[in-house]
């Protein structure tokens, strides 16, 4: 296997979604102690869908393009489908991962579900991304 799957490289290399919502209904964070990989998911969610996400990330190129790619995939979903993420389908959606890189995935799944047990039970993270800084 490459070392980086086609996606991987594209989602690092032209992220989408890349930013915050600074007036977000949900923030989630999740953070890997170590490796130092972060994820930061702010999105606006309107009748259990989301309707808008955006991300920020620390971390290596794998978590900077699985950050990315999870964006592409939650928007527009509905709460119900997000809670099913989990690392092997965002391996999946990540084209693959190298073994050194698969804690990602279980990063990025991490996230996706906390964005929606936060937005169920109304909390949101702080930024440490932001505030480490």
Do not use: K, W, Y
Request: proline share 5%; with cysteine.
């Amino acid at each position: 296997m490459a070392r980086f799957s086609p996606t991987v490289v594209d989602h690092f290399t032209n992220p989408r979604n890349s930013g915050e919502i600074t007036d977000a209904d949900v923030r989630a964070f999740v953070g890997n102690p170590v490796c130092g990989d972060q994820i930061l998911l702010t999105a606006r969610v309107r009748d259990d869908v989301v309707t808008d996400i955006r991300f920020q990330a620390f971390g290596c190129s794998a978590s900077l393009a699985v950050a990315s790619l999870l964006t592409t995939a939650i928007a527009g979903t509905p709460l119900t489908d997000v809670t099913g993420l989990d690392a092997t389908r965002v391996e999946q959606l990540a084209g693959g991962l190298a073994p050194d890189q698969r804690h990602v995935a279980a990063l990025g799944a991490d996230v996706a579900r906390r964005l929606v047990d936060n937005f169920r039970q109304g909390t949101n993270d702080d930024d440490p991304i932001t505030c480490a800084g």
